[in-house]
């Protein structure tokens, strides 16, 4: 059974920072690609950012661009979202999950395996 235990969440106020983990096994570390989704209330869960197939690229949404970096831990097999300059409109449940290789990295429904959600509250 594949798990992603996201950690990390929190309240912050406008221009602070958190980090985001995603811890998972060894085998789902090495079998799917993995990217960051949040959903704010009332809104449609959304792409934030994601690695390619290969880890090698990291694709962001526009709006975290410069703000938000995705990086990854292979002894730890756990991936990590850093976010700083937060806004209040970063407000949302972040989500990781994982796909598998040749699926697009920013369509939801190409991931198959998602984690419980961590929640992120920035005040203004």
């Known amino acids: 059974q594949v798990q992603l235990v996201e950690s990390g969440g929190g309240l912050v106020q406008a221009g602070g920072s958190l980090r985001l983990s995603c811890a998972t096994s060894a085998r789902t570390f090495s079998s799917y690609a993995m990217g960051w989704f949040r959903q704010a209330p009332g809104k449609e869960r959304e792409f934030v950012v994601a690695?390619?197939?290969?880890?090698?690229?990291?694709y962001y949404v526009d709006s975290v661009k410069g703000r938000f970096t995705i990086s990854r831990d292979s002894d730890k097999n756990t991936v990590y979202l850093q976010m700083n300059s937060l806004k209040p409109e970063d407000t949302a449940v972040y989500y990781c999950a994982a796909r598998p290789r040749g699926t697009s990295h920013s369509a939801r429904a190409s991931y198959v395996h998602w984690g419980q959600g961590t929640q992120v509250t920035v005040s203004s």
């Open positions: 690695f390619s197939w290969s880890g090698g690229l990291a």
